[in-house]
């Protein structure tokens, strides 16, 4: 895990504060993630997750500290991140193809017209093909099931080929069975991509990441995959072992704190 | 019947149907998919306090109702952009407060009273040459911009908070689709009226959103149905001495429920087939 850390430092925030009015959302957030790290950042509902990405991604400013991503502002370097949304906005009945939908990964300020290249169109085929969706991309994203649709949001991440993939609640529309399959797909694109992702859903943490972070307004951070007491009691507020969660939930052991 | 055609304002009505059709297709498909019925409504109705400033200052009317309808639609669009008010409190406050304007304009206008109902439900017989020329720019306009930001008029109707992620001026995008919402408004009402024009703008994108594919083929069916609407419910109000926006509209009105007739008849039969096998 050393040789990770001695890698370029992707994302950097250092003393972030954030409040939403006078109600703190962030406290005192430290974290750096480097080059090829795959993190996972756990944490309750309205624990700051949302926050944390919006302020990555360049779309929030914080109250105090620093943040930036590959070095810089991150609103300079948007065009090299690739993010999937919780997409509870999305308004999937307009007229859309699928590959149209990946094309929009593509748009960018400054960028005109109403036709995309063949080049656009060739990433955009290759991004459908990385997620095995390239046979749907003439179909209305209607017809697709939630896990189909999923790959065509990560698709749509991946097409401008980014430097840093950010994805937000990934797996919260996907079935038991469909969250495993996309686990195994974030593995294998792990090898090649820095990438973070922030869930409520302790499962994540079956997906082969390096690194650990939970956040509810602080934030911690294990450089290994797995929970230390600390972790679990900022995330739930009670000891591993009176939680009922533990008792009953489908998690894995070796990363839950003894 | 033939006959008519020759007549000059039959032609100019022509053209008038003609050249509206392309904005209620172009402008009518971005309003529907991007649910903003309600705010083209306000948008129409607040119009019509521009239609008062013209009447009352001897001003001409298509210019002086396009820039107030600019105006208020601005005005609108700052006060809801970021959802800071409640965006139909807002509409409804502007789409009282034109008409009121209109109206108590129009009491102090002297001279008849005509103009009132032409403006409420619509002139085409009545469009001069000039305003043809008008609408021929403004269609030019607002062609122009919808091909030059289309991929980004798509990604914000999409998903907006993924565009803005992207860097798209998703912002700038909603104040320009308000000023083109406010132009479209004023050519519109001279078809139909304000009291019609929601129908314009959304029944020929309502309809051509169900067999299009993508957003581009959906405004180009959707401006195809609006010329159909309007050169046979202009042929149907010439033939039975009707008024002409209505008209227009009733046939709007009439395709629409055909066809949702039409598509419950063919899904009751196949659920009849599949229950009988």
């Known amino acids: 895990m050393s040789e990770m850390q001695n890698r370029e430092k992707i994302i950097q925030l250092q003393g972030v504060n954030f409040f939403y009015g006078n109600n703190p959302v962030l406290e005192g957030v430290d974290l750096e993630v480097s080059r090829g790290e795959f993190i996972a950042v756990l944490g309750p509902n309205g624990g700051g997750k949302t926050t944390l990405i919006k302020l990555i991604l360049g779309l929030l400013y914080p109250n105090s500290g620093k943040v930036s991503i590959f070095g810089r502002e991150p609103k300079r370097v948007v065009h090299r991140i690739g993010y999937l949304p919780q997409h509870i906005e999305i308004k999937e009945d307009i007229p859309v193809t699928v590959l149209e939908i990946v094309l929009m990964g593509l748009v960018r300020s400054g960028k005109f017209g109403w036709f995309y290249s063949n080049k656009d169109r060739e990433l955009a085929f290759n991004a459908l093909e990385k997620v095995e969706m390239k046979k749907y991309s003439n179909c209305n994203i209607t017809s697709l099931s939630g896990g189909q649709k999923q790959r065509v949001y990560i698709a749509r991440a991946l097409v401008s080929n980014p430097d840093l993939l950010v994805l937000d609640e990934p797996t919260s529309n996907i079935d038991p069975q469909g969250k495993f399959c996309f686990y195994e797909f974030l593995t294998s694109l792990s090898n090649s991509e820095t990438i973070l992702v922030v869930s409520h859903d302790l499962s994540i943490t079956s997906a082969g990441i390096d690194s650990l972070g939970c956040l509810n307004k602080k934030l911690l951070y294990n450089p290994e995959p797995k929970l230390t007491q600390e972790m679990f009691e900022l995330l739930y507020g009670v000891h591993r072992h009176t939680c009922p969660i533990t008792r009953h939930g489908p998690y894995p052991e070796f990363i839950l704190p003894t | ?277």
């Open chain 2, 1 to 277: 019947m033939l006959d008519i055609l020759s007549l000059e304002f039959m032609q100019n009505a022509i053209w008038a149907s003609l050249l509206v059709s392309l904005v209620c297709g172009i402008v009518g498909s971005l309003v529907v998919v991007n649910r903003m019925v309600f705010l083209a409504g306000g948008v129409a109705h607040t119009a019509y306090g521009g239609v008062g400033i013209a009447i009352f200052f001897g001003l001409p009317v298509m210019i002086t109702t396009i820039g107030f309808t600019l105006l208020a639609s601005l005005g609108i669009a700052t006060a809801t952009v970021n959802r800071k008010f409640k965006t139909d409190t807002v509409i409804g406050i502007f789409w009282a407060t034109g008409m009121a304007l209109g109206i108590i304009l129009m009491d102090l206008s002297p001279g008849y009273r005509v103009d009132l109902m032409s403006y409420l439900f619509g002139s085409i017989l009545s469009v001069p040459g000039i305003d043809i020329w008008l609408m021929l720019a403004v269609d030019i306009v607002i062609l122009g911009l919808v091909l030059l930001f289309y991929k980004n008029f798509l990604a914000i109707s999409f998903d907006q908070e993924f565009a803005r992620t992207r860097g798209v001026p998703v912002a700038g995008l909603y104040f320009l689709l308000m000023a083109m919402i406010a132009i479209s408004v004023v050519m519109i009402i001279r078809l139909v009226g304000l009291i019609l024009v929601i129908a314009l703008l959304t029944i020929p994108p309502y309809l051509a959103q169900r067999k299009a594919k993508s957003l581009g083929k959906m405004m180009l069916l959707s401006v195809l149905w609006s010329i159909f609407f309007c050169l046979v419910g202009l042929f149907i109000a010439y033939q039975f001495n009707l008024t002409s926006g209505a008209t227009i509209v009733g046939t709007g009105s009439v395709c629409l429920s055909l066809m949702l007739g039409w598509d419950q008849f063919k899904k009751i039969n196949s659920t009849s087939r599949v229950q009988y096998r």
